[in-house]
C-alpha cells in the first residue's frame, strides 16, 4: 500500500488541515446530537442544542490527505518526499497550538 | 449502553497504555544487558507491538467518538453549570490530543514497519512518546472527568 501512498505525508497534511479547520472553525459538518442531525452548515436554531464540530474538523482533513499523500508518493522525488515526511516533527505542534486558540476560553473562565 | 461503552472505552485504554508505554520506554533503550524490573519492563520486542497499538487505537478512538455526544449533553452541561471550566478545557484538550495520535498512526505504522530498524531511529522515537502522551493524557483525563461528573 505505502507503494502507492507516503504515509508520513498524509500524516503531516491531514494534521494541518485539522489545524487550520480548528483555528478558523471550518468544519466539514456539523452534529447535532440533541437531535441526531448532521448539517452542512451552522443553523442558528437553539432549539436544536449544542452543534459539536470535532467530528466535522476530523472528516474534512482526510480527502485532501489522501490525494496529496498519493500524488507526492507517484510524483516527487524521493529527496524531496523525505523532506517532507520530516514534517511529521511538528504534527502535535500545530495542533496544539490550535486547540489552545480554539479552547482557551475555556481556562480563562469565560466559557465556550 | 453508554456506560457499558464506557467503561469498554476505559478497558480498552488500559490494554492499550500497556502495550505502548512498553513500547514507547523500548524504543529509548540502548542495547544492554536487562537489569531489574524496569528494565525488563523495557526490554520488549517493541515492532511487534505496533499493529495492536493501532488496533486498539483505532478501536478506542471509534469507541471515545461514539459517546462523545452523551459528554456533551449530560457531563459538559453538568460541568458548565458549575462553573468547572477548567475540567472542561482539560476534556477539550483531550479530543484534539486524541486526533494527533490518531492522524499520526500511519507514519506511526510507517516508522516500524516500513522504513528499516536501523533508519529514522529518532524520527520513530518522536512519534512513539506522541502516541504514549496522547494515550496517556486521554487515559488520564478521561477519568478524571469521569470521577468529576460522579461528584456532581
Known amino acids: 500500500m505505502s507503494r502507492f501512498i507516503s504515509l508520513p505525508l ?8 485539522y489545524a487550520v479547520a480548528v483555528y478558523v472553525n471550518y468544519p466539514l459538518f456539523r452534529y ?16 436544536l442544542g449544542p452543534a459539536m464540530t470535532w467530528y466535522g474538523w476530523i472528516a474534512i482533513s482526510i480527502p485532501p490527505a489522501i490525494i496529496v499523500a498519493v500524488a507526492g508518493q507517484l510524483l516527487l522525488p524521493t529527496r524531496l518526499l523525505d523532506r517532507l ?10 495542533i ?8 482557551k476560553s475555556w481556562l480563562l473562565g469565560l466559557g465556550g | 449502553m453508554t456506560v457499558f461503552l464506557v467503561i469498554l472505552h476505559a478497558l480498552v485504554s488500559i490494554a492499550l497504555i500497556g502495550a505502548v508505554t512498553h513500547q514507547g520506554l523500548s524504543v529509548w533503550r540502548r542495547p544492554a544487558p536487562v537489569r531489574g524490573f524496569i528494565d525488563r ?15 486498539l487505537y483505532v478501536i478506542d478512538f471509534g469507541l471515545g467518538s461514539y459517546i462523545y455526544p452523551a459528554y456533551v449533553l449530560d457531563v459538559k452541561a453538568s460541568l458548565a453549570d458549575f462553573g468547572l471550566y477548567t475540567e472542561i478545557f ?9 486526533v494527533i495520535g490518531f492522524l499520526l498512526l ?8 516500513k522504513a528499516g530498524l536501523g533508519e529514522f531511529t529518532m524520527t520513530r522515537r518522536f512519534v512513539t512518546t506522541v502516541v504514549l502522551i496522547a494515550v496517556w493524557w486521554n487515559l488520564v483525563i478521561g477519568h478524571l472527568l469521569n470521577n468529576v461528573r460522579g461528584l456532581l
Not at chain 1, 515526511?85 to 500545530?94: A, S, T
Not at chain 2, 500511519?106 to 514497519?113: Q, S
Open chain 1, 96 to 103: 496544539l497550538y490550535a486547540g489552545w486558540i480554539a479552547e
Open chain 2, 106 to 113: 500511519p507514519a506511526y505504522w510507517h516508522y516500524w514497519k
Open chain 2, 90 to 98: 482539560l476534556f477539550q484538550a483531550k479530543e484534539h490530543i486524541a
Open chain 1, 10 to 17: 498524509f500524516s503531516v497534511v491531514s494534521s494541518a488541515v
Open chain 1, 85 to 94: 515526511n520530516n514534517l511529521v516533527w511538528v504534527v502535535p505542534f500545530v
Open chain 2, 41 to 55: 519492563f523495557r526490554a520488549v520486542p517493541a515492532a511487534g507491538y505496533t499493529a495492536p497499538i493501532i488496533l
Open chain 1, 32 to 47: 447535532y446530537p440533541l437531535v441526531e442531525r448532521f448539517s452542512l452548515i451552522d443553523i442558528p436554531d437553539r432549539t
